[in-house]
Protein backbone atom coordinates (compact mmCIF):
# COMPACT_ATOMS: atom_id res chain seq x y z
CA UNK A 1 0.00 0.00 0.00
CA UNK A 2 1.36 3.28 -0.92
CA UNK A 3 2.31 5.93 1.87
CA UNK A 4 -1.11 7.39 2.92
CA UNK A 5 0.72 11.12 3.17
CA UNK A 6 2.30 10.51 -0.33
CA UNK A 7 -1.15 11.11 -1.82
CA UNK A 8 -3.39 12.37 0.94
CA UNK A 9 -2.88 16.41 -0.11
CA UNK A 10 -5.16 18.88 0.44
CA UNK A 11 -6.24 18.99 -3.24
CA UNK A 12 -7.18 15.01 -2.99
CA UNK A 13 -8.74 15.93 0.46
CA UNK A 14 -10.52 18.56 -1.00
CA UNK A 15 -11.80 16.67 -4.59
CA UNK A 16 -13.05 13.84 -1.93
CA UNK A 17 -15.35 15.83 0.21
CA UNK A 18 -16.45 18.00 -3.31
CA UNK A 19 -17.29 14.46 -4.69
CA UNK A 20 -19.90 14.31 -1.69
CA UNK A 21 -23.25 14.99 -2.23
CA UNK A 22 -23.54 16.80 1.32
CA UNK A 23 -22.14 19.90 2.36
CA UNK A 24 -18.79 19.94 4.77
CA UNK A 25 -17.44 22.68 6.60
CA UNK A 26 -13.99 22.10 8.62
CA UNK A 27 -12.38 25.00 11.14
CA UNK A 28 -9.13 24.63 12.58
CA UNK A 29 -9.04 25.07 16.74
CA UNK A 30 -9.09 28.27 16.50
CA UNK A 31 -12.12 28.64 14.46
CA UNK A 32 -10.40 29.67 10.75
CA UNK A 33 -11.90 27.64 7.71
CA UNK A 34 -9.44 25.20 6.30
CA UNK A 35 -11.53 22.79 4.67
CA UNK A 36 -15.26 24.36 2.62
CA UNK A 37 -16.31 22.07 -0.27
CA UNK A 38 -18.69 23.04 -3.33
CA UNK A 39 -22.37 21.79 -1.72
CA UNK A 40 -21.74 23.99 1.00
CA UNK A 41 -20.91 26.43 -0.66
CA UNK A 42 -24.47 26.03 -3.02
CA UNK A 43 -26.22 25.47 -0.03
CA UNK A 44 -24.96 28.81 1.70
CA UNK A 45 -25.20 30.60 -1.45
CA UNK A 46 -21.35 31.74 -1.18
CA UNK A 47 -17.59 31.36 -3.04
CA UNK A 48 -15.18 29.45 -1.05
CA UNK A 49 -12.85 32.61 -1.43
CA UNK A 50 -15.44 34.40 0.65
CA UNK A 51 -15.14 31.70 3.77
CA UNK A 52 -11.66 29.73 2.86
CA UNK A 53 -9.17 30.67 5.62
CA UNK A 54 -11.32 33.32 7.06
CA UNK A 55 -12.27 33.21 11.01
CA UNK A 56 -16.08 32.13 11.80
CA UNK A 57 -16.20 34.73 14.73
CA UNK A 58 -15.13 37.39 12.25
CA UNK A 59 -17.80 36.04 9.69
CA UNK A 60 -20.55 36.20 12.06
CA UNK A 61 -19.76 39.04 13.67
CA UNK A 62 -19.74 41.03 10.31
CA UNK A 63 -23.17 39.16 9.55
CA UNK A 64 -22.03 37.31 7.00
CA UNK A 65 -23.20 34.10 8.77
CA UNK A 66 -25.97 34.39 11.17
CA UNK A 67 -24.50 31.11 13.69
CA UNK A 68 -21.93 28.88 13.55
CA UNK A 69 -22.28 25.39 14.83
CA UNK A 70 -18.68 25.05 14.16
CA UNK A 71 -18.01 27.25 16.98
CA UNK A 72 -20.65 26.83 19.21
CA UNK A 73 -19.10 22.90 19.19
CA UNK A 74 -15.31 24.55 19.32
CA UNK A 75 -17.05 26.41 22.06
CA UNK A 76 -18.73 23.68 23.93
CA UNK A 77 -16.01 21.14 23.50
CA UNK A 78 -19.00 18.80 22.24
CA UNK A 79 -21.12 17.84 18.98
CA UNK A 80 -23.84 19.76 18.29
CA UNK A 81 -27.21 19.42 15.90
CA UNK A 82 -29.43 21.69 14.69
CA UNK A 83 -31.75 22.73 11.66
CA UNK A 84 -31.82 26.33 10.04
CA UNK A 85 -33.29 28.23 7.35
CA UNK A 86 -30.34 28.99 4.65
CA UNK A 87 -31.10 30.83 1.40
CA UNK A 88 -35.01 29.37 2.00
CA UNK A 89 -34.06 25.64 2.26
CA UNK A 90 -34.28 23.68 5.47
CA UNK A 91 -30.66 22.63 6.23
CA UNK A 92 -29.87 19.92 9.06
CA UNK A 93 -26.49 20.45 10.43
CA UNK A 94 -24.05 18.71 12.62
CA UNK A 95 -20.72 19.78 13.79
CA UNK A 96 -18.23 17.12 15.60
CA UNK A 97 -15.19 18.28 17.78
CA UNK A 98 -12.02 15.77 15.92
CA UNK A 99 -9.85 15.51 19.37
CA UNK A 100 -5.66 15.15 19.14
CA UNK A 101 -3.90 12.60 21.37
CA UNK A 102 -3.44 15.51 24.29
CA UNK A 103 -7.05 16.37 24.61
CA UNK A 104 -7.18 19.35 22.51
CA UNK A 105 -9.60 19.70 19.16
CA UNK A 106 -7.83 19.37 16.06
CA UNK A 107 -10.41 20.52 14.18
CA UNK A 108 -14.30 21.00 13.79
CA UNK A 109 -16.11 18.44 11.11
CA UNK A 110 -19.35 20.17 10.21
CA UNK A 111 -22.08 18.33 7.91
CA UNK A 112 -24.96 19.53 6.09
CA UNK A 113 -27.68 18.28 4.77
Given at each position: ?????????YES?????????????????????????????????????QVL??????????????????????DKK????????????????????????????????????
Amino acid sequence: MENFEAIWDYESTKASFDGLGIGVHIIDGQGVTILYNRACAEMDGMDESQVLGKNMRELVNEGIFSKSLGLEALDKKESVSDSQVVNGRIIFTTSEPVWKEDGTIRFVLTSCM
